[in-house]
């Protein structure tokens, strides 16, 4: 029941209704008051039998979870991977079972605390431990699998009032919120047993705290009316999106080039009377379009996204084509390529970049994408899955880059990051803490297809907005192409799957909020306290019973 209500608060095949928002405020809870409760119906069945089914029941649920949220990754690997259906099945059940792993744990983790604090007057701590260990469990999934993919708390990306935190906690502190109001609504749950009926005050202890955490939801969704501020603005970038052909060869030869190429220099010039959509798009919002003067000046920014293109640095045929753009358009632009170096051995080096250029035609430098993607830009354990020849033979590693450096353009500094990259709040915040006024997320979500993926991928860069209070130019192959302001709003856009430039409006912010400068603390502080907490109990296991305490009841919830 839990993975099936998580599910819900992210989008499923399409942009997210408002309303599906309310079930992260009790998906929780199903799962929740099982683990508490295992050790109440089956007190007889003895610790390994107690913590083992905990440990299953959490990775159950989080495999069928990831299993259902990320369904994509069975449509990436069979359309555009070169694999059989069954073996993108396969793929998909180990990942799921990968990343569901970590949901075990945490039950684990939670049944060693409950039974650590069992029947004694201390057994509200495994309540109180809930968020640490859920926020502690987030933290691992970003840094160990490295797969932070929608976070609890990314459910809340249009709640004007949760979002309040994410400047100073990131998104974990919304998680942290939502999991201590699903702790809440658990409490009242898992009071069902027969024995338990008969005490009045430990009844009348689970009613508040059901209606607390009913009441803190219901006051949370408040949040969904707050109008968020309209930010000002001072610049207008052309966001082109060619919408290419994921899978096809994308070599150019001869006139197709000179086709593309001329395209691209026109879309660079459609700074005014571009029409757009106010809002995200399939979300029924108006219609909108820049207005201009006579007397209208050049774009402030072109750009180019992370697409199939054939474009590589050390091209001269590409390096002439964008000097020639950026001259006609007097305008900087930042183009999506593959970058290229050769070390001191002569071995080539190639990664995933962006090159930005100056209105004279100059490359005046290129970012490396630092963090790839895993089966996607390199293989992981190579040596290990010598048996997946379909995956690891058709794909060579790339290289990643170093320096998470910011670039000055018109006078303002920005900060570029590359597709999967959006999805890491500690690392996006470091571009803003180095200086960056603006930043420029280019994506190719047509690997995704027509799934729910370029949507959820969308809310986590809308995140990274309000954790830095930046405006995100998000330039897309084929969609969501978009201007998202400080406050994660989606000021606008353009279709997906539709060959055309967005002119986007947007401004510069130089201040640095506190999440900025200190990244992740919250979640870091979480699995601190939470090994802390695993510790304590293990070191005073109550293998023997405390006197006087053999023949109590045993409760669900503290008295």
Request: glycine share 10%; net charge neutral.
């Amino acid at each position: 029941m839990s993975a099936i209500l998580l599910d819900l608060p992210f989008p499923l095949a399409g942009p997210l209704p408002i309303w599906r928002t309310v079930f992260a405020w009790f998906a929780l809870a199903p799962l929740l008051a099982g683990l508490l409760r295992i050790q109440v119906d089956f007190p007889g069945n003895g610790v390994r039998w107690q913590l083992g089914w905990s440990f299953l029941a959490g990775w159950w649920t989080g495999a069928v979870w990831f299993g259902a949220n990320c369904y994509w990754v069975y449509n990436t690997m069979y359309s555009y991977g070169n694999m059989s259906r069954a073996m993108a099945v396969v793929c998909l059940v180990l990942f799921s079972l990968y990343l569901g792993f970590w949901f075990g744990v945490f039950g684990l983790a939670l049944a060693l605390i409950r039974r650590g604090t069992f029947g004694r007057k201390f057994a509200w701590v495994a309540f109180a431990a809930i968020p640490l260990l859920w926020t502690a469990m987030e933290f691992a999934i970003a840094r160990i699998p490295e797969f932070p993919w929608d976070q609890l708390g990314y459910s809340q990306v249009d709640n004007g009032l949760l979002t309040r935190l994410a400047p100073w906690t990131g998104v974990y502190g919304i998680s942290f919120l939502l999991a201590s109001v699903n702790a809440l609504l658990a409490v009242a749950l898992a009071s069902g047993s027969t024995g338990e009926k008969r005490r009045g005050a430990y009844f009348s202890g689970a009613r508040f705290c059901g209606g607390l955490g009913l009441a803190i939801a219901f006051a949370g969704c408040a949040g969904f009316v707050i109008r968020q501020p309209r930010m000002p603005t001072a610049a207008t970038a052309v966001l082109v999106q060619p919408n290419l052909d994921v899978d096809k060869d994308d070599v150019w030869a001869g006139p197709e080039w000179d086709r593309q190429i001329a395209q691209f220099g026109r879309f660079a010039q459609e700074v005014c009377n571009r029409g757009y959509i106010a809002g995200i798009p399939e979300m029924g919002v108006t219609q909108g379009e820049t207005e201009c003067g006579m007397d209208s000046v050049p774009a402030a920014l072109v750009v180019w996204p992370e697409s199939p293109a054939p474009f590589r640095d050390s091209d001269p045929r590409f390096r002439a084509a964008m000097a020639g753009i950026a001259k006609a358009d007097k305008a900087p632009m930042i183009v999506g390529d593959i970058g290229m170096d050769l070390d001191t051995a002569h071995r080539y080096h190639f990664y995933n970049s962006a090159s930005v250029i100056a209105p004279d035609g100059r490359f005046v430098g290129r970012y490396d994408k630092i963090h790839l993607v895993p089966f996607g830009e390199y293989i992981p354990f190579r040596k290990l899955l010598f048996f997946a020849h379909q995956l690891t033979e058709n794909l060579s590693d790339m290289g990643d880059g170093a320096d998470r450096k910011t670039f000055a353009i018109g006078g303002h500094p920005y900060g570029i990051f590359i597709c999967y990259e959006a999805v890491f709040g500690d690392e996006v915040r470091q571009f803003a803490r180095n200086g960056a006024e603006v930043l420029v997320n280019i994506s190719d979500d047509g690997w995704y297809g027509d799934t729910s993926a370029p949507w959820q991928h969308l809310n986590m860069a809308r995140m990274r907005a309000i954790e830095n209070r930046r405006w995100i130019l998000r330039d897309t192959n084929n969609g969501v192409t978009s201007a998202i302001d400080p406050y994660g709003t989606v000021r606008q856009s353009i279709p997906r799957h539709r060959v055309g430039a967005l002119s986007a409006e947007y401004g510069y912010n130089s201040e640095l909020t506190f999440y900025t400068v200190h990244g992740d603390w919250l979640p870091a502080l979480c699995a601190i306290l939470s090994l802390a907490l695993l510790g304590l109990v293990l070191l005073v296991w109550p293998g023997r019973t405390i006197p006087g305490e053999r023949s109590r009841e045993i409760s669900a919830i503290p008295e």
